[in-house]
C-alpha cells in the first residue's frame, strides 16, 4: 500500500463526549457499533438483528449545519467508523450528567415504567434523546414517527410513548454531553476539506471535490461507491462481503446539495432520504403518507436517494413515485454528462444503464402544476418500517373529465419498478369513470407479471395493484372519501 499524497490524510477524526477521537489504523468497514463495544467498551449499545431493523443499536450523530448542530438518531449496526468524519458520536453512556443525574429522557423512561428487560430500552432513549433535541413539544403523530425505528418484545410501546411526552416536563436540565456550543468549537476545529485516503486494510477514499470523485471512479472502476450505506452496510453485516475499493460520497459537497427551482427539484446524489422527503412534501404533500413510511428515522437519516435509485431494488419505495413525476437523472463519466430519464434507467434485474466507472450525479424531480392528481400507496405487512409488497404511483392529467396524460407505476410487480404502459395507454383520451378504470385494472396483467415470495403472492398482488388504482380513482374523482389509514387515527391527535 502506498502512503497518502500531501495533500490527503490518513486520518478519521470525530467527536465523542467532548473529546476528539483520531483514527487512523482502522478498517473502513468496520460498524460503529463494533468500535463503540469492542474498542470503547460502551456495551450500551446493542446488537439485535444487525441490519438496522430493529434499533436496540440506535446512537445520535451531531453535525454542523450552518451556525447550527443538527442531532439525528442512526443506527450503529450499519454505519460505517469511517463515515463519522467531521461529526460528533452520542451514545447512551454519553447521557450521564456530570453531577450524576440522569437525563430527563431517562427518567422519564423510569418515571413511566417504559423498561422491562430493557434490551431495546437504550436504543428507545436515543431516539428520544434525538426527538427531545430537535422538538420542543411535539404531537404523538411526532413522537410515534420517531420511534418508527425502534422494536419493543415485551414493554409495550403505550409507557415509552408517555415517557416521550413526559421527559418535556422534567425541564432542559444541563445537557450532560459536551454544551452546545462547546461541540460546534469541537466539531469547527475537525471540519477539514483535505480527501481522505485509508490503505492499510483496504483502498478507502472519502474524496471532497467532483473533480477528485470522478478521477477516482476512472482509476477504480470496480469500486464500491458509498453514500449512506443503509444497503452496503448488509453486504458487511449479513453476506460478509469483502469490499476492496471504496469511493465515500458523502464528503463531495455538490452531491450533498438540494435546490429548487422554478421547475424542478434538483437532488444531488448524496442527499438524505430525511432531507429529500422534507422538501418534497413541502411541494407533494399528497406524499407524506409515504415518506413517512419509508424505512425508519434512523435509517432515512443516512439513507440517499442516489443509493436507492441506483441500489435497482424492485421494490425501493421512492422510484415509483419518482417515474410518475417524470423524474430525470443526471449521470457522470469522467468530465462528461448525460440525462436520462428514470423509467430508462433499470434494465433488469439489480441491473441499470449505468457503464463501468459512471456515477449518478444528481436526480431531477419536476415541479408540476397544482391541477395534476398525483398519489402514491404502499401496501406492506406492517405499517411502519417495512418493505412494500406493493407500492402504487399514479400523475394523472384531467381535462373535462377525460385523461389526457396517466404516468402509472408499480413497485414489487416485476424484477424491476416499471411503468404500467398497456394500462396508461387503456385510460388516455376515455372519461375518467369507474367503468373505464375498471377496464384498465385488467390490462395490468399484461403489464406485470408478479412472483410469489414471502412478502406476498402473485395473486394478491395482482389483486391489490388493480384495487390501489380504483382507491386512486375514488380519492380523484370525490375528495370527501374517508379511505386512508390516517383518515382514522383514533388516538394519534393527526389528520396528516
Not at 426527538?131 to 414517527?145: A, F, G, M, N, V
Not at 448525460?338 to 450525479?361: S, V
Not at 392528481?373 to 418500517?385: C, E, G, L, S
Request: net charge neutral.
Amino acid at each position: 500500500m502506498t502512503s497518502p499524497s500531501p495533500a490527503e490524510r490518513d486520518v478519521i477524526r470525530f467527536v465523542l463526549d467532548g473529546e476528539v477521537v483520531e483514527l487512523r489504523d482502522i478498517d473502513p468497514t468496520l460498524t460503529v457499533l463494533q468500535y463503540l463495544r469492542e474498542y470503547r467498551r460502551r456495551t450500551g449499545t446493542k446488537e439485535g438483528c444487525a441490519e438496522g431493523d430493529c434499533g436496540a443499536c440506535t446512537v445520535v450523530l451531531g453535525e454542523l449545519h450552518g451556525p447550527h448542530l443538527r442531532f439525528r438518531a442512526v443506527n450503529a449496526c450499519i454505519q460505517f467508523v469511517s463515515t463519522l468524519d467531521g461529526k460528533a458520536l452520542i451514545t447512551v453512556e454519553s447521557l450521564k450528567a456530570r453531577d450524576g443525574r440522569l437525563h430527563p429522557v431517562q427518567q422519564a423512561m423510569i418515571e413511566c415504567h417504559a423498561s422491562q428487560c430493557g434490551f431495546c430500552t437504550p436504543g428507545f432513549v436515543m431516539s428520544l434523546y434525538a426527538l427531545y433535541k430537535t422538538e420542543s413539544s411535539p404531537t404523538r403523530s411526532q413522537i410515534q414517527d420517531a420511534l418508527a425505528g425502534n422494536l419493543c418484545r415485551c414493554t409495550g410501546y403505550r409507557p415509552i410513548i408517555d415517557a416521550a411526552q413526559y421527559m418535556y416536563h422534567l425541564g432542559h436540565t444541563e445537557e450532560p454531553v459536551s454544551a452546545d456550543d462547546d461541540m460546534i468549537g469541537h466539531l469547527q476545529s475537525i471540519q477539514h476539506r483535505h480527501p481522505i485516503a485509508l490503505r492499510r486494510h483496504r483502498l478507502y477514499f472519502a474524496p471532497t471535490t467532483i473533480d477528485d470523485l470522478t478521477a477516482l471512479c476512472q482509476r477504480y472502476p470496480e469500486a464500491h461507491l458509498l453514500a449512506g450505506g443503509t444497503d452496503v452496510g448488509l453486504w458487511v453485516t449479513k453476506q460478509y462481503q469483502r469490499l476492496d475499493v471504496i469511493i465515500y460520497l458523502g464528503r463531495v459537497e455538490p452531491l450533498t446539495q438540494l435546490k429548487v427551482t422554478q421547475d424542478a427539484i434538483e437532488v444531488g446524489a448524496a442527499v438524505s432520504l430525511t432531507d429529500v422527503c422534507g422538501t418534497l412534501t413541502q411541494y407533494y404533500p399528497m406524499l407524506d403518507e409515504l415518506w413517512r413510511r419509508f424505512a425508519s428515522p434512523p435509517i432515512r437519516n443516512v439513507a440517499t436517494l442516489g443509493g436507492n435509485i441506483a441500489n435497482a431494488s424492485p421494490i425501493g419505495d421512492s422510484m415509483p413515485i419518482l417515474m410518475a413525476l417524470g423524474t430525470r437523472l443526471i449521470l457522470r463519466h469522467g468530465a462528461e454528462q448525460r440525462d436520462c430519464l428514470l423509467a430508462d434507467f433499470y434494465l433488469g434485474y439489480r441491473h441499470t444503464a449505468l457503464k463501468p466507472g459512471e456515477w449518478i450525479e444528481r436526480i431531477r424531480i419536476p415541479r408540476l402544476g397544482p391541477e395534476l392528481h398525483i398519489r402514491a400507496y404502499k401496501v406492506a405487512k406492517r405499517y411502519d418500517q417495512d418493505i412494500s409488497a406493493v407500492c402504487g404511483a399514479y400523475c394523472l392529467t384531467l381535462e373535462d373529465h377525460i385523461v389526457r396524460d396517466i404516468r402509472i407505476c408499480y413497485g414489487g410487480m416485476a424484477a424491476t419498478p416499471k411503468r404500467a404502459e398497456r394500462c396508461e395507454q387503456s385510460l388516455i383520451g376515455q372519461i375518467w369513470t369507474e367503468a373505464a378504470v375498471d377496464a384498465a385494472a385488467t390490462a395490468l396483467d399484461q403489464d406485470y407479471t408478479p412472483l410469489s415470495d414471502m412478502r406476498a403472492s402473485a395473486a394478491y398482488r395482482r389483486l391489490v395493484a388493480q384495487n390501489l388504482l380504483r382507491r386512486f380513482f375514488m380519492e380523484t374523482s370525490n375528495p370527501t372519501y374517508r379511505i386512508r389509514t390516517s383518515d382514522f387515527s383514533l388516538s394519534q391527535g393527526s389528520s396528516t
